[in-house]
């Protein structure tokens, strides 16, 4: 083994594990010598140990030796990899993968050399420079282009300066990808939000637009989104319920689809969405 690949057991995993993770990321490969693919496995992380110099560790662990720690992180099956960061486990995979996707493991795992000009763009952020923000946020895809935080962070600027196709762009490159889905599916409510919440008319005259012509359902769908925006959801999904009982085909079922993306967004949980939901079905089987 190399210098950055050691043998781990229960004895001393919480130091060379749990607390050598906060300054460096360390995969711990559980592994048995009747295991065949640990056998391919092995050589596999341990040159790779050797190749990164030091930027992770590997830790060994004989998991016939040291069943009670196998057993309190949850390995089924063997090799099991779990990898750990700031004293915790955050990713693992099972199975002896080819080089190729466990380099990718491991790349996903190290720090990114973008991450220095993203908290300087969140610092930016939180001192109202978005344009500065965003440049340093678009500086740090050119450095890392696959880093996701990196990229959800410029779309949510993005979706502040309103620069909607260039969101959408961004956030449709992540479907396929994304881990964080949580948030890509926030970001993606969002800018449907954002996109369909108008010109940016007075809160109050779409409201008086609506008095004057209860039919207007364009100012509706307008100062729904808008509310929706403003997390003002209980009126925005009255305006939308609104809109599906009196026109069902109005932008192209547009009350009844912008009603489901905010259940999305909230949650089935939600007690908007459970009592929203009962509205939305009445309305659609009048």
Known sequence: ???????????????????????????????????????????????????????????????DENQPLAAQFGVRGIPNVKAFSDGRMVDEFTGALPEAQVREFIERLLPSPAEPLR????????????????????????????????RL???????????????????????????????????????????????????????AAIARDPADLESRFQLANQLALEQDYDPAMAQLIEIVRRDRAFRDDGGRKTLINLFNLLGGDHDLVRRYRSELAAALNR
């Open 1 to 63: 083994m190399s210098a950055h690949a050691i043998d781990v057991s229960t004895q001393d995993f919480q130091a060379q594990v749990i607390e050598a993770s906060k300054r460096v990321p360390v995969l711990v490969d559980f592994w048995a010598p009747w295991c065949g693919p640990c056998r391919s496995l092995g050589p596999i992380l341990e040159r790779l140990a050797a190749e990164y110099g030091g930027r992770f560790i590997l830790a060994k662990v004989n998991s």
């Open 119 to 150: 908290q300087q763009a969140l610092a930016a952020k939180a001192q109202g420079d978005a344009k500065g923000a965003i440049e340093l946020l678009s500086q740090a895809i050119q450095l890392d282009p696959r880093n996701e935080a990196v």
């Open 153 to 207: 962070d410029l779309a949510d600027l993005l979706l502040d300066a309103k620069a909607i196709e260039d969101a959408r762009r961004l956030l449709d490159s992540l479907a396929d990808s994304a881990r964080d889905i949580h948030r890509l599916d926030a970001l993606k409510a969002r800018l449907e939000l954002t996109a369909h919440a108008g010109d940016g008319t007075d809160r109050a005259k779409l409201e």
